[in-house]
């Protein structure tokens, strides 16, 4: 995906990660690590995959928007910042 070096799980999923087992929970946790760090796609089954599915989604547009807030913060950069004060 990119360089970041963290990704965001919203509490709104806790209601739909609990139907999972702590077998598919743990399973999912390190697949969205994985996708994370270098978009490899996971080999999942059942519940996990649907559940997986849904974060992925989420995941790839917070990663379109940080990309987005990256390259107006270097446009903004090469402005050259606001100019200083005056002391007058």
Do not use: V
Request: aromatic residues 10%; glycine residues 6%.
């Amino acid at each position: 995906m990119s360089e970041k070096k963290s990704f965001i799980l919203y509490h709104d999923y806790r209601e739909h990660l609990e139907l999972l087992s702590n077998e598919d929970r743990g399973a999912l946790l390190m697949a969205l690590f994985d996708y994370s760090e270098n978009g490899t796609p996971p080999l999942l089954e059942g519940s996990a995959k649907m559940a997986f599915s849904f974060i992925k989604a989420q995941m790839d547009r917070d990663a379109e928007k940080y990309e987005a807030r990256c390259k107006a913060n270097r446009e903004n950069g090469l402005k050259g910042g606001r100019p200083r004060e005056s002391p007058d």
